[in-house]
C-alpha cells in the first residue's frame, strides 16, 4: 500500500466501479476508513489496517468492526484490508458475519488488477480458496 493506505484502497474501489467513494479515516471514525456504494447499489465500508508483516489481525478487531460497521456505518458490506494475515479465528467470524477479509495477498491480487467484486465472493473461512459462502441473507 501506499504511504497512504486509506486514499489507495478508495483508488482501488473507483477502479472497480464504486460510486460516492469518501475516504473517512481518522481520529473518531469508528473503523470506517472508507466508505462508497458498490456497482449493485450496497453500502461498503472499509477498515485498513498497516502492519508489519510479522504481526496479524485477530478476531477482537474484526468483531470490533463489525459492529462498528454496520451500527454506526450501516454497512451492507463490511470489507477489512490489511496489510498482513488473519489470525484463523478472525477468518471464522469474518465467515459467520459475512465479513470480507482482504490480507496482504489477496491485496495483492486487488491491486494488480482482480476486481473487488471477485473478492467479495471469496470464502474466507478458507483463505481464498475461491469456495463461494451461501447467498447473501
Same mark, same amino acid.
Given at each position: 500500500m501506499t504511504d497512504n493506505k486509506e486514499e489507495h484502497v478508495a483508488a482501488l474501489c473507483r477502479r472497480d466501479g464504486c460510486t460516492g467513494?469518501?475516504?473517512v479515516g481518522g481520529a473518531g471514525d469508528l473503523g470506517a476508513d472508507v466508505t462508497a456504494i +458498490?456497482?449493485?447499489? /450496497?453500502r461498503l465500508v472499509v477498515q485498513c489496517? /498497516?502492519?508489519a508483516a510479522h504481526r496479524t489481525v485477530g478476531s477482537g478487531e474484526v468483531q470490533k468492526f463489525n459492529g462498528t460497521a454496520r451500527l454506526h456505518h450501516v454497512a451492507d458490506v463490511p470489507l477489512f484490508v490489511a496489510s498482513c494475515v488473519f489470525t484463523r479465528?478472525? /477468518?471464522t467470524f469474518a465467515a459467520?458475519?459475512?465479513?470480507? +477479509?482482504?490480507?496482504?495477498? +489477496?491485496l495483492g491480487f486487488w491491486n494488480n488488477g482482480t476486481p473487488l467484486s471477485s473478492l467479495l465472493e471469496l470464502d474466507i473461512a478458507r483463505s481464498g480458496t475461491n469456495r463461494k459462502l451461501g447467498p447473501a441473507g
Open positions: 467513494v469518501q475516504r +458498490l456497482p449493485d447499489g /450496497r489496517k /498497516r502492519y479465528p478472525a /477468518r459467520g458475519q459475512q465479513i470480507t +477479509l482482504v490480507d496482504v495477498d +489477496l
